[in-house]
């Protein structure tokens, strides 16, 4: 198997931070040097695997972020070394850590030649963060002072724009945050995709723009995007940054990652995401074409914690301490995640590891006895799932762990797909466990803590918990000197005593790619970078 494990441990975000506050590098380029060289032997195509996205506006995909950071380029980008460089932007100042300065790079431009200005971005986060236009990924811009306005506990907005934003000249806009943020210049990377900018006059109709997105980034849409064909993406000639490897992207929407995976395996589709139900047989089928990139993404059981047979502590200790984590790794996944111990992603600095104890470790016995003690369960314990992803062996798993440890009607149900998952359970509609997990968008314990254990979050219900204890130490620890990930692991020990979920896996993302695939580079967040993927001669 050909494995691509890029730990972050030795990523410092102290280290990114001193280079955003110093301002833009010496080279003026958005990549290492190495990174500049491949550009220049670019050429060729290929496809990858892909849900259906149905949304495409950056603000509002949930499953496009690969398209995305192709049509996209964002102001930072985190290389795979921990040094934060520059994209779409020269500069991300700051003299106390609330009130920063952007300073975009002169001679950018959209798809449709227009100049990326301020009032762009400015135009953007404003669309994005209005409460009425209801933008899945709105939560991203929660921090930034003024949003709150947008979206009021009651009634309509007051306002359109967030009093947080002002626009200096063409090129320099203003954020000023509700409070201390050392992580913001991070948030400005590659996978916020809400941040990533539109041309102003796109907006008057968002309908037309998501059938047709036009970006700042190193690939162009060709065509209008029509649901469930396939989509492709050529290189835009005056992108002003680093060129792609290759020439054209098609994305080939799929309903199952099953069917993609035996599509890669014929050579029908490039790159495809390896399913839970391939596993253990991948290096059989793709010999080195097998791609395991350790990520910032870790693995919940949900629970619906409206409803009251979930309220007790206990029970959801008791259902945690019910799951032989090990044994499904090992059946499921061969070996390729690790047992979670911490409500964050082991790859993200300062995670404290282990602060789970005894309930994130298999105890079936004690499982049982803390049920009984907390009253028992009453009803059918169903856990649901999106149908068609490749994770019916897993959750039926753990359903027969909990009927045969918990001695409840435990039963693991499908929805008919990702779409109808996201709606049930965006709208609480489930009254049993269910999926939850979220790959973090930069490398920080706070991208993972903000959108779980806030309300205003990014990944509604996924851990449907959102104490104000937690969110006062998350703003706490937001404020604090940067120390390694220690003031958010300080944040854990809050959540552990309201255990609102069990977490179940720190995670690696899986790829597997056709002869035509060279070599699949990742990135900090886990995905292939696939302005960078190298094609076989």
């Given at each position: 198997?050909?494995?691509?494990?890029?730990?972050?441990?030795?990523?410092?975000?102290?280290?990114?931070?001193?280079?955003?506050?110093?301002?833009?590098?010496?080279?003026?380029?958005?990549?290492?040097?190495?990174?500049?060289?491949?550009?220049?032997?670019?050429?060729?195509?290929?496809?990858?695997?892909?849900?259906?996205?149905?949304?495409?506006?950056?603000?509002?995909?949930?499953?496009?972020?690969?398209?995305?950071?192709?049509?996209?380029?964002?102001?930072?980008?985190?290389?795979?070394?921990?040094?934060?460089?520059?994209?779409q932007a020269e500069s991300v100042e700051s003299e106390?850590?609330?009130?920063?300065?952007?300073?975009?790079?002169?001679?950018?431009?959209?798809?449709?030649?227009?100049?990326?200005?301020?009032?762009?971005?400015?135009?953007?986060?404003?669309?994005?963060?209005?409460?009425?236009?209801?933008?899945?990924?709105?939560?991203?811009?929660?921090?930034?002072?003024?949003?709150?306005?947008?979206?009021?506990?009651?009634?309509?907005?007051?306002?359109?724009?967030?009093?947080?934003?002002?626009?200096?000249?063409?090129?320099?806009?203003?954020?000023?945050?509700?409070?201390?943020?050392?992580?913001?210049?991070?948030?400005?990377?590659?996978?916020?995709?809400?941040?990533?900018?539109?041309?102003?006059?796109?907006?008057?109709?968002?309908?037309?723009?998501?059938?047709?997105?036009?970006?700042?980034?190193?690939?162009?849409?060709?065509?209008?995007?029509?649901?469930?064909?396939?989509?492709?993406?050529?290189?835009?000639?005056?992108?002003?940054?680093?060129?792609?490897?290759?020439?054209?992207?098609?994305?080939?929407?799929?309903?199952?990652?099953?069917?993609?995976?035996?599509?890669?395996?014929?050579?029908?589709?490039?790159?495809?995401?390896?399913?839970?139900?391939?596993?253990?047989?991948?290096?059989?089928?793709?010999?080195?074409?097998?791609?395991?990139?350790?990520?910032?993404?870790?693995?919940?059981?949900?629970?619906?914690?409206?409803?009251?047979?979930?309220?007790?502590?206990?029970?959801?200790?008791?259902?945690?301490?019910?799951?032989?984590?090990?044994?499904?790794?090992?059946?499921?996944?061969?070996?390729?995640?690790?047992?979670?111990?911490?409500?964050?992603?082991?790859?993200?600095?300062?995670?404290?590891?282990?602060?789970?104890?005894?309930?994130?470790?298999?105890?079936?016995?004690?499982?049982?006895?803390?049920?009984?003690?907390?009253?028992?369960?009453?009803?059918t314990m169903e856990i649901t799932y999106p149908g068609?992803?490749?994770?019916?062996?897993?959750?039926?798993?753990?359903?027969?762990?909990?009927?045969?440890?918990?001695?409840?009607?435990?039963?693991?149900?499908?929805?008919?797909?990702?779409?109808?998952?996201?709606?049930?359970?965006?709208?609480?509609?489930?009254?049993?466990?269910?999926?939850?997990?979220?790959?973090?968008?930069?490398?920080?314990?706070?991208?993972?803590?903000?959108?779980?254990?806030?309300?205003?979050?990014?990944?509604?219900?996924?851990?449907?918990?959102?104490?104000?204890?937690?969110?006062?130490?998350?703003?706490?620890?937001?404020?604090?000197?940067?120390?390694?990930?220690?003031?958010?692991?300080?944040?854990?020990?809050?959540?552990?005593?309201?255990?609102?979920?069990?977490?179940?896996?720190?995670?690696?993302?899986?790829?597997?790619?056709?002869?035509?695939?060279?070599?699949?580079?990742?990135?900090?967040?886990?995905?292939?970078?696939?302005?960078?993927?190298?094609l076989a001669d």
């Amino acid at each position: 198997m050909r494995t691509r494990r890029t730990r972050l441990a030795t990523i410092t975000i102290a280290t990114a931070l001193t280079l955003s506050a110093c301002g833009s590098t010496d080279s003026g380029e958005t990549s290492s040097a190495e990174s500049s060289s491949v550009a220049e032997d670019g050429g060729g195509s290929f496809s990858m695997a892909v849900t259906d996205p149905d949304l495409l506006i950056p603000g509002r995909q949930s499953v496009a972020f690969d398209f995305a950071m192709a049509v996209w380029a964002p102001l930072t980008f985190l290389e795979l070394d921990g040094e934060l460089t520059y994209v779409q932007a020269e500069s991300v100042e700051s003299e106390d850590q609330q009130t920063w300065t952007i300073t975009l790079r002169d001679g950018w431009t959209f798809h449709d030649g227009s100049p990326v200005t301020a009032q762009d971005y400015v135009d953007t986060w404003n669309t994005v963060a209005y409460g009425p236009n209801a933008f899945e990924n709105s939560g991203q811009l929660a921090a930034v002072q003024g949003y709150d306005d947008l979206n009021p506990a009651e009634g309509e907005p007051g306002t359109e724009e967030m009093s947080g934003l002002t626009v200096i000249d063409d090129l320099t806009f203003e954020v000023e945050l509700e409070g201390p943020d050392s992580q913001f210049p991070l948030q400005l990377s590659q996978a916020q995709t809400a941040l990533y900018p539109m041309p102003s006059d796109s907006l008057e109709d968002l309908d037309a723009y998501n059938t047709h997105p036009i970006g700042n980034g190193p690939f162009e849409l060709t065509d209008d995007y029509v649901e469930d064909e396939p989509f492709v993406v050529t290189t835009y000639a005056d992108y002003a940054g680093v060129a792609p490897t290759t020439d054209q992207i098609t994305f080939v929407p799929y309903t199952d990652n099953v069917t993609a995976y035996t599509d890669a395996l014929a050579g029908n589709v490039d790159v495809a995401s390896l399913p839970t139900s391939r596993m253990t047989q991948a290096a059989d089928d793709f010999g080195d074409q097998v791609y395991s990139f350790e990520a910032p993404g870790i693995s919940f059981l949900g629970l619906p914690l409206w409803d009251e047979r979930y309220d007790d502590v206990r029970v959801r200790q008791a259902i945690s301490m019910a799951i032989d984590r090990e044994t499904i790794n090992d059946v499921i996944y061969g070996g390729q995640y690790e047992p979670a111990t911490a409500f964050t992603p082991a790859i993200e600095p300062g995670t404290p590891e282990g602060i789970c104890g005894q309930y994130c470790e298999y105890r079936p016995d004690e499982a049982a006895a803390l049920l009984e003690e907390a009253g028992g369960f009453v009803g059918t314990m169903e856990i649901t799932y999106p149908g068609g992803s490749g994770l019916d062996e897993f959750y039926n798993a753990i359903a027969n762990n909990l009927r045969q440890n918990l001695g409840v009607d435990a039963v693991a149900t499908p929805t008919a797909d990702w779409a109808e998952f996201l709606e049930v359970r965006t709208n609480a509609g489930i009254d049993g466990p269910f999926f939850s997990r979220w790959g973090a968008l930069y490398p920080s314990q706070q991208a993972t803590m903000r959108e779980l254990f806030l309300e205003t979050g990014g990944c509604t219900n996924c851990v449907p918990s959102y104490p104000d204890d937690v969110a006062e130490a998350i703003a706490a620890a937001d404020a604090a000197p940067d120390d390694g990930g220690e003031s958010y692991a300080a944040v854990q020990e809050l959540i552990v005593e309201d255990f609102p979920a069990p977490p179940l896996f720190f995670e690696t993302y899986g790829y597997v790619t056709s002869d035509k695939v060279d070599e699949l580079v990742t990135s900090p967040i886990g995905n292939p970078r696939l302005t960078h993927i190298v094609l076989a001669d």
